[in-house]
Structure formats: structure tokens, C-alpha cells
């Protein structure tokens, strides 16, 4: 793979209104990506392998659980300081910032939300410095868009839960050392439970042959008559909305996190459009190719301004649901027309591992899917601008 000559895009001159904290933040994250995770992630991602030498430095940078207090080993800081750490992740692969989203929004999220104080004690610390790594059990074989239809179900053995059912598509499944497992109980409520590796009847099959988050391991969560002590019920929250509030956090990440994949497939296109010549001129000085890189910087600041704009909403805790689906939907989709365009400057060399554009363009088709499909998520806005329900 080429050096990371990676240069960011501050077209409408986002920094002005970014906190000195935002930007040390950010650019903490963009050092560490250009130093651990350029020069190592295109043969993790061929290999299809995480690379997990990286999670004591996502530890160090702050990427688990950016938004935690201190007091549970959190890195304490606001929304902009969170989406600017997972946009820069996803600079480097949307792999590596998934596996820092899950154990951030999805797994640290729900246990410091609904949890007790003794699993917050338990569990946060560890996960915050990396010596535990969790994931998130919603999906399964036959819910995927639609969570609530769920059939992992749990039932009270008087001293302890019987947990039974499978997950699918889980992140981090392989390697979790825990699982935040979305279960009903006898009355068909939902709940989280934490469950832990080692637990009997608990397996974690790996899912292989994945075109997309070739670095990030993916896989099955599998109940078989599992016994999960009672204390391992988070009780701050049932029903559907409790993943769904999880959810809205990991979403608003993405929306951060496409911008990163986006401007580093524009950077990259950019590069080479000025330095490869056809019919004795720079390609960049045609009209076509100018044409994309035009485009891909406008769409980018948008995206920018969007992203902004729904984080200060979340720092005054006003940002809905409807507005974060919204800010994942169209930021995703406007990295994977970027990534395609760019792919295309490139021409043969785009298709190589020597530049990123291809690996950010198969890994942002597991983004438009997950945490919601970009169908589901234009669905809910149609939901909150009519008030009817299309789905
Ligand atoms: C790499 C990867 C990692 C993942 N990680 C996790 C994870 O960590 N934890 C987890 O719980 N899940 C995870 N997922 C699962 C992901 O969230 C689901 O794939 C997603 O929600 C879609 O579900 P599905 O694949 O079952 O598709 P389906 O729900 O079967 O949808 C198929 C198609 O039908 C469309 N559709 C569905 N319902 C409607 C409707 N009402 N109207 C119109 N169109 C509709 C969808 O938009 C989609 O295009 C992951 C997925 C991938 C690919």
C-alpha cells in the first residue's frame, strides 16, 4: 500500500467552530491512524483478520467509550470530540472504528444507561482500557429490520435466567469477551442481559467469506440452555426501546464516520488526478474527472455542516432519532457514491490494495446495511414527517 499522505478537507472552514479540546482530539485520532493503522490495515483487511495489536492504542486515544465519565474510565468528553474520533477511525477503515462504535455506543452505552452500579464497576474500567472487548446481540436469522420480532428468549429459574436463541452479524462476536444479549422474557418483554464468555451452552461461531469489514471480525451468538445469574440483568430499561437508544448513539458515530471513509477516498482521487497524465495534461485538468472532484467536495462539507449541526443538538440533548437516522443515511450514502466516483478516477489502479478507495467502497456496503438499512432509515423519516408508519 502507498504512504498515508492523507490530507483532511476543511472547505467552509469547519475548525472555527471546534473547541481547542475537539481539535487536539481529532487530531490525536489522525496521528495514531496514520502511524498503527495505514501501514498495516490493507493486509489485515486481504487476510480478512482484525487487527487486535490496535486496541490498547483505540484504548490510549479514547475511542472506547469517548462520551463515558472519567469515573468509570470513560474519556469524558462531548459529542463533536466522539463523532471527530470515530470520523477519523473510519479515515483509516470503517472495520476498525465498527469494533470501536460497538464496544463504545453498544456495549459501554447500555451498561452505564441501564446498568447497576456494580456492573457499571464491573465492566466499564475494563472495557474502557481494552482488557475486555464486547459486542451487541439484536440481529438474528429472522429479525433483522425488525428487531422487536425477536424469539432469543429468557426464562426466571428462580436463582438464575435460561437463556435461549441466536444472534447473527454480530461485531466483535469471535473475540467479545462479553455480550450485550437483547432477549425476551415469559410476558414477551425485552431486556439486555450481560452475558460472559465461558458461560456454558455460550458459543460464538465466526462468520467467513465476507467481501466487506474484511478487518472486523463478525459472527453468530449461540444460547444453548445458558444459565445467566440474575445480577446480569440490566434493569435501568426494557422494551425495544432500550436497543434503540443504543442505537441513536452508534448511528450519530456513522454519520461521522462516512465522512472520514469519504474524504479519504476524495483525497486519495485528488492526488492522483493531479499527478496521472493522459493525452500529455494532468487527468484533473478534464473537465469529467473535475466534474467528480467537485462534486465529492461539495457533498462532503454538507455532510460536515450536517454532522456538526446534530452534535450540538446531542451536547443540549435535543437531537432526535428521526434527525440521527436522517444525518446516517444521507452521510452514508454520500460516502459510498464518493468511494464508487473515485474508484473511477483511479481507473485500473483503483481497483488495487495499493490504495484505500476500494477496501472504504466494499466495507461502506456493510455501513448502508447495518445499524439500520438506508430503506428502513428513509422509512422513519417518512414515519416523522406524515406520521404514518410505512414499514
Ligand atoms: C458486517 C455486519 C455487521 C453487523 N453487526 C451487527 C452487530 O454488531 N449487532 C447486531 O445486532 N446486528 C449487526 N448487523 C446486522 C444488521 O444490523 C442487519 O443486517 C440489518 O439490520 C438488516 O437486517 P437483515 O440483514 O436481516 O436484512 P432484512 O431486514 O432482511 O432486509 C432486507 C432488505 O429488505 C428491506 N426491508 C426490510 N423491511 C422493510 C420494509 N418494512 N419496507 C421496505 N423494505 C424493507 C431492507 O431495507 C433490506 O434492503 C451487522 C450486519 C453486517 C452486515
New binding site residues.
Given amino acids: 500500500m502507498k504512504p498515508d499522505l492523507f490530507q483532511a478537507l476543511d472547505y467552509y472552514n469547519l475548525d472555527e467552530l471546534l473547541t481547542d479540546e475537539h481539535k487536539m482530539v481529532r487530531d490525536a485520532t489522525r496521528e495514531f491512524v496514520k502511524r498503527e493503522v495505514s501501514p498495516i490495515i490493507e493486509q489485515a483487511a486481504q487476510d480478512a483478520k482484525f487487527p487486535d495489536q490496535l486496541i490498547k492504542g483505540l484504548a490510549d486515544i479514547g475511542a472506547f467509550g469517548p462520551y463515558i465519565p472519567e469515573e468509570y474510565g470513560g474519556a469524558g468528553l462531548d459529542q463533536i470530540s466522539y463523532g471527530l474520533i470515530m470520523q477519523e477511525i473510519e479515515r483509516g477503515d470503517s472495520g476498525i472504528r ?1 469494533t470501536a462504535s ?1 464496544q463504545s455506543s ?1 456495549v459501554m452505552y447500555p451498561i452505564f444507561k441501564y446498568g447497576t452500579e456494580e456492573q457499571k464497576k464491573k465492566f466499564l474500567p475494563k472495557l474502557a482500557s481494552g482488557e475486555m472487548i464486547g ?5 438474528e ?1 429472522d ?5 422487536g420480532g425477536m424469539t432469543t428468549n429468557f426464562k426466571d429459574k428462580g436463582d438464575h435466567y435460561l437463556l435461549n436463541g441466536a ?7 469471535p473475540f467479545a469477551d462479553i455480550a450485550i444479549v ?1 432477549a425476551k422474557n415469559e410476558e414477551g418483554r425485552i431486556h439486555g442481559l450481560i452475558v460472559e464468555r465461558g458461560m456454558e451452552g455460550f458459543t460464538t461461531p465466526e ?1 467467513h467469506n ?1 467481501w ?2 474484511r478487518a ?1 471480525a ?1 459472527g453468530e451468538l449461540i444460547f444453548d440452555n445458558v444459565n445467566v445469574p440474575k445480577e446480569n440483568l440490566m434493569p435501568g430499561k426494557s422494551g425495544l426501546g432500550a ?1 434503540l437508544g443504543c442505537l441513536d448513539s452508534a448511528r450519530y458515530g456513522i454519520a461521522w464516520g462516512a465522512i472520514g471513509a469519504a474524504m479519504d477516498c476524495y483525497d486519495t482521487a485528488l492526488r492522483y488526478a493531479k499527478e496521472r497524465e493522459q493525452f500529455g495534461v494532468p487527468i484533473a485538468a478534464k473537465q469529467l474527472q473535475q466534474k467528480k472532484l467537485a462534486e465529492m467536495v461539495t457533498e462532503i462539507t454538507k455532510a460536515q455542516l450536517m454532522a456538526w449541526r446534530l452534535g450540538t443538538l446531542r451536547n443540549e440533548g435535543k437531537a432526535t432519532s428521526a434527525q440521527i437516522s436522517m444525518a446516517k443515511r444521507n452521510n452514508v450514502e454520500m460516502a459510498i457514491k464518493i468511494a464508487r466516483e473515485a474508484r473511477q478516477v483511479l481507473g485500473g489502479m483503483g481497483i488495487t490494495g495499493e490504495y484505500s478507495i476500494m477496501r472504504h467502497m466494499m466495507n461502506l456496503e ?1 455501513v448502508i ?8 432509515h428513509l ?1 422513519i423519516t417518512g414515519l416523522d414527517i406524515t406520521g404514518h408508519a ?2
Avoid at 135 to 139: E, H, S, V
Avoid at 143 to 147: A, E, T
Avoid at 369 to 376: A, K
Fill in positions: 465498527s460497538v453498544l459486542c451487541f446481540g439484536l440481529t436469522p429479525h433483522g429490520s425488525n428487531p444472534k447473527m452479524w454480530i461485531s466483535n462476536s437483547w462468520t465476507k466487506s469489514l472486523s463478525t436497543p456493510s446495511t447495518y445499524e439500520g438499512t438506508h430503506d428502513i422509512l410505512a414499514f
